[in-house]
């Protein structure tokens, strides 16, 4: 916009000067040519002006002058080469009248339709008051001609001048913004798990910016330490205590003895689950683990194999390059409980397989078996802490809330559906972290 501006500016004044100067030269050719005419003793006008223009010398060329009598005792004509025995037409003297200076000027047209403009004087030739008007005629046609070129020039070149600059600002804004393109991927590799912070080399305008964050991203570390030290010691506290209760609930034996000791193993199976889900609510606001995927569900697929002898299990990989954002033992957990379930209630196969949704950010594992399955109504209920559907399978009821838990902790979705093996199919989708 602004070369918009300056370029009609530069265009208005350049047409304003060429003007000016235009008529300036009609005005100095008009002096010349009256100062190169006189009167003849008969009373004729007489002269061979020479006004240094080869184009009063050329035919049509829109350069003319002219000289005709006004007054009574003045006779003849005189006019320049270039006009021949064509005439100019005269405006009215009403219509363009003369100024104090008896000069006035006005706008005419060629012979051949160019734009003239015309100066015009009356001038008193000797003492008889022989009074002669003096025309000279500039071709305006080629003032507007250069008027447009420059103009043409000008817009070239400035839009030259403004492509270059774009460019240049282009090149620089980026290059200038490149610290911080390094900065944004630096955080998406924090965020990712390729990295622990962010890198120091950076110009000293953003250093210090990295360097709070660096001290931020340390800080967050030191809490999650904190936290992971704090669940640590209250696990190891109630540790003792609990197995002292089993192993007194096991002394006592009976009824008795049974039920203190499934109800410290359910405790201590909460305790475990709760101080899980800290672990992992403190993980997800820090720093993200990467854990390959397939290297997890192989081994729990040979450990399958090797509990259930008895069942075929299969494991299908369509996605080998799976990245979980989150620690391998979470991971080992959810998928350990759910093909322990599978073992448990399966007739002859499992399946496991893995693969990449359609969305392309996440990834999905599922496991199915050939058991009995599960009624529609009664797979949410599956998933309740406590709640055990079959009595006579020994468990705590708190696998698969484990599961779901773990899964929403980390931004995942877990569903129970029914299975084309006939028993029951266990699906769990996680967001993808790309490498």
């Not at 004044?13 to 000016?20: G, L, M, P, T, V």
């Not at 339709?113 to 305006?140: C, H, K, Q, W, Y």
């Not at 594992?365 to 009624?375: K, R, S």
Request: glycine fraction near 8%; proline fraction near 4%; include cysteine.
């Amino acid at each position: 916009m602004a070369l918009v501006v300056v370029a009609t500016l530069i265009g208005s004044i350049y047409k304003q000067a060429s003007e000016r100067n235009f008529e300036r030269l009609l005005w100095a050719h008009l002096y010349n040519l009256v100062g190169s005419v006189s009167v003849s003793d008969n009373g004729d006008l007489q002269g061979r002006p020479e006004l240094g223009e080869i184009r009063y010398s050329s035919p049509t060329s829109g350069w003319y002058w002219e000289v005709d009598s006004v007054s009574a005792n003045l006779h003849g004509t005189l006019h320049s080469l270039s006009l021949g025995n064509r005439k100019i037409g005269k405006e009215s003297l009403v219509t363009f009248p003369f100024d104090s200076s008896f000069k006035r000027t006005y706008p005419a047209h060629g012979p051949n339709g160019e734009e003239l403009f015309v100066a015009e004087t009356e001038v008193v030739l000797d003492s008889e008051n022989r009074i002669a008007r003096f025309r000279v005629m500039g071709n305006l046609s080629e003032v507007k001609q250069e008027n447009r070129d420059f103009n043409a020039r000008l817009y070239s070149y400035l839009g030259i001048f403004g492509i270059g600059s774009i460019l240049i600002n282009a090149a620089v804004i980026l290059f200038g913004l490149r610290p911080l393109d390094r900065v944004r991927r630096s955080l998406a590799d924090i965020r990712e798990g390729r990295a622990p912070r962010l890198t120091s080399d950076l110009p000293i305008e953003i250093a210090p910016l990295a360097q709070e964050m660096n001290a931020l991203i340390e800080n967050n570390v030191r809490i999650m330490e904190r936290s992971r030290t704090q669940v640590g010691n209250l696990a190891h506290s109630l540790k003792t205590p609990l197995t002292v209760l089993m192993n007194e609930g096991r002394a006592l034996g009976g009824e008795q003895g049974r039920i203190v000791t499934e109800q410290c193993e359910a405790m201590q199976l909460q305790i475990q689950h709760y101080l899980q889900r800290a672990r992992i609510a403190a993980q997800r606001d820090s720093v993200v683990f990467r854990t390959p995927v397939t290297p997890v569900l192989e081994r729990i697929d040979r450990v399958t194999k090797k509990l259930n002898p008895q069942l075929e299990v299969r494991f299908i990989n369509k996605f080998a390059d799976a990245i979980f954002a989150g620690e391998k033992e979470d991971l080992e957990e959810v998928i350990g409980n759910l093909m322990e379930n599978a073992g448990k209630w399966g007739h002859s196969q499992i399946l496991m397989s893995l693969q990449k949704t359609a969305n392309d950010t996440e990834f999905m594992i599922t496991i199915e078996d050939d058991g009995p399955g599960l009624a529609a109504d009664k797979m949410a209920e599956a998933m309740q802490r406590g709640r055990r559907i079959d009595e006579t399978k020994p468990g705590t009821g708190l696998g698969l809330a484990i599961v779901q838990d773990t899964v929403k902790e980390y931004g995942g979705q877990f569903v129970l559906k029914s299975s084309q093996l006939g028993g029951l199919r266990a699906q769990i989708t996680l967001p993808l972290v790309k490498k």
